[in-house]
């Protein structure tokens, strides 16, 4: 019966079987990733091939060819996995180096404020032999570089950009490991931009002049420059704070922007404006089409007898290319880049422009081509709200087809711009809430105020100017456009400020478990991509992801891998750590994970900061010279910061947590030393009456190529 019901449902929507698959490939590449081992390279193409046969001879008979067909594409996803894993393999320091000299080529320049953060390629350290030398390093570079030909009598002429070489005397390590189990892992990322070590210059960096460059490499050398001084050009125009803005909306570099702003643009929930994404490469891609066409439209020799508007799509595609390019090409980017190459290849060829299909095409490609994007919060952010806002304005649209609205005045229109602009954001906001919470920790309780301004700004206002100014750039004269463009940002970043401002603009919560949002996903996914009423078993997995996200709760202990800081969270809200200097940015995500802020903080052996809360309620950590106690739940957790104390705590405690080694004799239930730490990584654990769950970073992550388990990989 239950059987019959999946074949009706799945017979009557036949034509969204599509929508699906890049949904299977999703699934293998995430069945892929958590693994707690790398399979063999033959799992994934033996399972492709199983599966396709499978469904040729299951073809007839529905509920078993969709099944097979779903496996068929998960198959396809983990294969995919597989062999971008492979591909991408490349040596990763597995300690620290330094000081030493670093030789190598400029692939890529940030640039953060003053300083320059590069990544360079054709690496040569004179400590490691060239099989253990990373492919790629980046390197922060406080001061500028001096160019090597001015020691000869030649100008110093050269500056830090992609192609030139240098040299510079830095600290190497290899990538940070996740700061707590389901953190960000950093280490991952660094795998597969095979980025085998990240450091710190020491001083100027030596520069010579690019030699033995490839067509390919010169090209995309060529377009890093030229990114690079359409930025500087930008800020120099504007001025910093809506320079830099407009630097980021136009090429995409970011590091400029003041953290002020970043902090206000991200609290009013107008971050998104920054990440050059569908909005962006739509808009370029619009005004550009729709500019190209009201020409070719006045030319009447052509409007009346040709199609132009096919004839614009072509321009206007370049254009967006281009766009994209110099953007840098992140995922929301590329996503954007094949879905506007999809709708100007419907308008070619007479084809409806814009659906879930367009969605389902840029999903399959980017998975297919770099698989590690899904477990971005980029990819998963960009596509949740493009999926769901086609879905919601489809079924919108449906209604509207059967209650046709009334006809509406010029003040109509424009109310009913701005509510659509309100409908968008809210929309938005809901599907990518559980995901900012789950990467980000927080929610912008005013988003929808500041988008219903700042987007219409953005659109009508300030990427018009933006295309004015790239037109205008080889003439000089960009400065025409450039200054009404900083008018704009201007206002963007007032609203930004303002509504950041507002009592209870940031709402922060505490970290989701993975549980909660894969059900959350796959209840989201039901929704949005059915259209009948068996689309409302939606409800299942998403009132499960609602009730695991509210019963969770943060580790009551977290232990960081290097020994160097420990940190205790109470029932009375507050946070307590071994120091308040050493690692603060694990200290910070800590916080950050627990939606505590530092107003929480406390270091416990502060006797001034005791006294204050023992005023509100006892906490439930004591200290003295050898350690620390502390009792939860019955169980008591001992802290040796002396090997003296080791002792007497492995015969009261529960748990012992020493930051040097411990006794092979300890009596206690749970000892966790420097090795265990050196060893798992950061540990956390929970406390209840029933027992202490202990999870680790690189218990988590299994034994995979991206897992450093040796090494001093401190931040």
């Given at each position: ?80 996995a597989q062999v971008r894993t492979k591909a991408v393999s490349s ?444 689309r409302w078993l939606a409800a299942g997995p998403i009132g499960a ?171």
């Open positions: 019966m239950l059987g019959g019901y999946f074949e009706n449902n799945l017979s009557a929507e036949s034509d969204r079987w599509i929508l699906w698959f890049p949904v299977a490939m999703g699934v293998g590449i995430a069945g892929y990733f958590s693994l707690p081992g790398e399979p063999p390279f033959w799992v994934g193409p033996v399972a492709l091939i199983v599966c396709a046969v499978l469904a040729f001879r299951l073809r007839d008979r529905v509920l078993p060819f969709v099944a097979v067909v779903f496996l068929l594409g998960a198959a396809l996803g983990f294969s995919a040596p990763v320091l597995d300690r620290a180096y330094g000081p030493v000299i670093v030789s190598g080529r400029v692939l890529s320049v940030e640039l953060l404020g003053k300083v320059h953060r590069v990544v360079l390629d054709r690496v040569q350290i004179p400590a490691l032999a060239p099989r253990d030398t990373p492919e790629r390093v980046r390197i922060r570079l406080n001061a500028r570089g001096r160019s090597a030909q001015s020691d000869a009598g030649g100008k110093n002429n050269l500056v830090i950009a992609p192609g030139v070489w240098i040299d510079v005397l830095a600290v190497l390590r290899p990538p940070s490991p996740p700061v707590a189990p389901g953190a960000f892992d950093f280490q991952r990322r660094a795998y597969f931009q095979r980025l085998g070590a990240v450091g710190y210059g020491l001083g100027p960096a030596r520069l010579y002049p690019p030699r033995d460059e490839t067509f390919s490499f010169a090209f995309f050398a060529a377009v890093e420059r030229l990114r690079q001084r359409i930025s500087q050009t930008v800020i120099a125009h504007m001025g910093t704070d809506s320079g830099a803005m407009g630097a980021a909306l136009m090429t995409g570099e970011r590091g400029s922007i003041a953290p002020e702003v970043l902090t206000a643009m991200r609290d009013s929930g107008l971050a998104h404006l920054l990440a050059i994404s569908g909005l962006h490469v739509g808009l370029v891609a619009g005004l550009l089409f729709s500019a190209i066409r009201l020409i070719l439209v006045m030319i009447p020799a052509l409007s009346l007898h040709h199609d132009v508007k096919k004839w614009a799509a072509f321009p206007a595609l370049g254009g967006a290319f281009f766009y994209a390019l110099l953007s840098g090409g992140a995922v929301p980017t590329q996503r954007a880049l094949v879905m506007v190459t999809l709708v100007f290849c419907a308008i070619v060829f007479d084809r409806r422009a814009l659906s879930l299909r367009t969605i389902a095409w840029a999903g399959f490609i980017i998975l297919l081509i770099e698989p590690e994007s899904l477990l971005g919060a980029s990819f998963q952010m960009s596509f949740a709200a493009v999926v769901g806002l086609i879905s919601f304005y489809e079924a919108a649209n449906e209604r509207l087809r059967h209650h046709p609205s009334p006809a509406w005045g010029f003040l109509g229109r424009v109310g009913g711009f701005f509510l659509v602009v309100a409908m968008t954001t809210v929309v938005a906001g809901l599907l990518t809430a559980p995901l900012a919470v789950f990467h980000f920790n927080r929610i912008a309780d005013y988003g929808v105020a500041a988008n219903v301004l700042a987007v219409p700004l953005t659109a009508f206002w300030v990427m018009p100017w933006a295309i004015a100014a790239f037109v205008l750039m080889p003439f000089g004269a960009e400065q025409v456009a450039l200054a009404p463009m900083g008018w704009g940002i201007d206002a963007i970043i007032a609203v930004a400020r303002e509504v950041a401002s507002w009592p209870g603009a940031v709402h922060l919560m505490a970290a989701l478990p993975m549980v909660s949002l894969a059900a959350l996903t796959l209840g989201g996914l039901w929704l949005a991509l059915w259209r009948t009423r068996w992801a609602l009730v695991l996200a509210m019963t969770a709760r943060p580790p009551d202990v977290l232990i960081d891998g290097s020994a160097h800081l420990l940190g205790i969270r109470d029932t009375n809200g507050r946070f307590y750590f071994s120091n308040l200097r050493a690692r603060r940015f694990v200290r910070q995500s800590w916080l950050r994970r627990a939606a505590m802020t530092k107003m929480d903080v406390r270091r416990w052996d502060d006797a001034k900061s005791r006294a204050e809360d023992r005023a509100v309620k006892p906490p439930p950590i004591s200290c003295d010279a050898l350690g620390c106690l502390y009792t939860h739940s019955g169980w008591r957790l001992s802290v040796a910061t002396d090997p003296m104390a080791l002792d007497e705590d492995c015969r009261n405690a529960d748990v012992v947590v020493s930051l040097e080694g411990t006794p092979k004799d300890c009596a206690a239930a749970l000892v966790i030393d420097r090795s265990d730490l050196r060893r798992a990584g950061t540990h956390a654990l929970w406390i209840t009456p029933q027992g202490v769950r202990v999870e680790t970073v690189n218990g988590a992550r299994g034994d995979r190529p991206w897992v450093l388990r040796r090494g001093d990989v401190g931040r």
